[in-house]
């Protein structure tokens, strides 16, 4: 099975800072990653598809980059709003539809 | 707007099977374009995928969960169903359904907590 990582479990930081999380596969994925977006009592939601393609709807203050096995998600000015935990997809092997441990975001 | 809501009792004993049911509401379960899958959550915990199926009946599971997994498929109710034999404390969570679109998990069901007790 493919394994994900993520770093930082979490971080703190300041409203309109630069929010940076990385996601690495165990193995090449390609670019089968996509980001969620998890709020309190709430379901995910997709952010990012394929490592770097906003769904539609979402901010553009996020983005995704990477392919094979390093990926990164960054929120380029953190909003109040933004607090959530973010979670890495991979879909490249199934099964299984590996998810990523999860970056809690909060506000210093 | 495509809906997905899970089902089922909130309370299942030790050694039972919990069985939820995802109704979808909005669109067609039979559409040849996506699966339809079920996700769960301990409570604090990350989300784990349990698996998927799509309306032919072709099913994907977790490795980790394959022996006690059953996810069926009803087009007549545009319904999905998962059933997970043999549950312990441990299977505790909140368990998702949500519809898979070329491998990402678009719409999603609100979620619904069972807890595994006697």
């Known amino acids: 099975d493919i394994q994900m990582t993520q770093s930082p479990s979490s971080l703190s930081a300041s409203v309109g800072d630069r929010v940076t999380i990385t996601c690495q596969a165990s193995?090449?994925?390609?670019?089968?990653l996509n980001w969620y977006q998890q709020k309190p009592g709430k379901a995910p939601k997709l952010l990012i598809y394929?490592?770097?393609n906003l769904e539609t709807g979402v901010p553009s203050r996020f983005s995704g980059s990477g392919s094979g096995t390093d990926f990164t998600f960054t929120i380029s000015s953190l909003q109040p709003e933004d607090i959530a935990t973010y979670y890495c997809?991979?879909?490249?092997?199934?099964?299984?539809?590996?998810f990523g441990p999860g970056t809690k975001v909060d506000i210093k | 707007q495509l809906q997905l809501q899970e089902s089922g009792p909130g309370l299942v004993k030790p050694s039972e099977t919990l069985s939820l049911t995802c109704t979808v509401s909005?669109?067609?379960?039979?559409?040849?374009?996506?699966?339809w899958g079920w996700i769960r959550q301990p409570p604090g915990k990350g989300l784990e995928w349990i698996g998927s199926?799509?309306?032919?009946?072709?099913?994907y599971y977790n490795p980790s969960l394959k022996s006690r997994v059953t996810i069926s498929v009803d087009t007549s109710k545009n319904q999905f169903s998962l059933k997970l034999s043999s549950v312990t404390a441990a299977d505790t969570a909140v368990y998702y359904c949500?519809?898979?679109?070329?491998?990402?998990?678009?719409?999603w069901g609100q979620g619904t907590l069972v807890t595994v007790s006697s």
């Open positions: 949500a519809r898979r679109s070329d491998g990402l998990y678009d719409y």
């Open positions: 909005g669109g067609s379960i039979s559409s040849s374009s996506y699966y």
């Open positions: 997809q991979q879909y490249d092997n199934l099964p299984p539809n590996t």
């Open positions: 199926i799509y309306y032919s009946g072709s099913t």
């Open positions: 394929d490592a770097s």
């Open positions: 193995q090449d994925i390609s670019n089968y």
